[in-house]
Each structure stands twice: as structure tokens, then as C-alpha cells.
């Protein structure tokens, strides 16, 4: 289950209230780091993401290619999982000096950007070295709203 940050919120709240204009990503970019970021926020929220070794984030766009709803009762919320495999580039070196990858994160953005949501990692994973591949299976990256 992520986390939503204040930003998005604020965007769907203005949408929904007072239709204040907001143009939902077409492509998701899904990243990590190694520690929890906060909610608030409006430049990096406390996000530390590798910045060697060949380190990007993946691209997913906003489709049922992509994504795939789960069907769950309204009082266990509603959740949308990844629909396909999501696979970050071959490292070239050490991400973050070999630290774990600890938490997922959703951007508006290839770079900078907005982060829109953040979760756990089930499983940390190191990036120690160059020629490590990195991928989070179908179905394994889920949002859950309450």
C-alpha cells in the first residue's frame, strides 16, 4: 500500500471541488531510494535517489497495458497493481554506494518532477556493483485508496 502525496491530493481536491485545471500524467515514472520520503513537500521530499551507475527511472504509461485494477471491496479500498514487469536499467556501478533500495516511488517526470506517491519495499535491494538488473514482477507494485 503507498502512500499519496500532499501535492497529488491537493491537485485531485481542486479538480474535484473547484475544477481547477490539472492534466493527469499520460506515463508514470517509477523510481527508488533509499529512504522514506514525506508526504509533504514541493521540491524533492527527503528523496534520495541514485545519481551513478547508469541509475533512471522506468517509464509506464497510464494504461491497461500497464496497470491493472484489482477488484476489492469498498471497505478494504480499492487497489491498482502493476500489469506488467518493471525493469530499471543494467547498473553500470554502485547505485547510492551499494545502499538498499528501500522504497518505490511514483514522478510525473523522467527527472525531477512531482512525486505523486511512495511505498515500501516488500524486499530491499542492493545495487552493489555494475551489471545488476533490477525489476519489480507483475502484480508486485501495488496502491491501495482506503
Not at 102 to 117: H, I, R
Request: proline letters at 3%; one cysteine or more.
Amino acid at each position: 500500500m503507498g502512500v499519496y502525496t500532499n501535492y497529488l491530493l491537493q491537485k485531485l481536491q481542486e479538480k474535484l471541488f473547484i475544477a481547477t485545471a490539472y492534466t493527469f500524467p499520460t506515463t508514470l515514472y517509477i523510481g527508488l531510494c533509499t529512504a522514506t520520503p514525506t508526504q509533504v513537500g514541493t521540491s524533492n521530499w527527503g528523496v534520495t535517489e541514485p545519481s551513478t551507475g547508469s541509475y533512471a527511472r522506468v517509464a509506464m504509461a497510464t494504461d491497461s497495458t500497464h496497470w491493472a485494477d484489482i477488484g476489492s471491496e469498498p471497505g478494504n479500498g480499492f487497489t491498482i497493481q502493476n500489469n506488467a514487469t518493471i525493469t530499471f536499467t543494467t547498473s553500470t556501478a554502485a547505485w547510492s554506494a551499494g545502499a538498499a533500495m528501500n522504497t518505490g516511488l511514483l514522478w510525473d517526470a523522467s527527472t525531477a518532477g512531482n512525486l505523486l506517491a511512495f511505498a515500501a519495499c516488500s524486499r530491499a535491494q542492493t545495487v552493489a556493483a555494475s551489471g545488476v538488473t533490477l525489476s519489480i514482477a507483475v502484480g508486485a507494485l501495488t496502491w491501495t485508496i482506503n
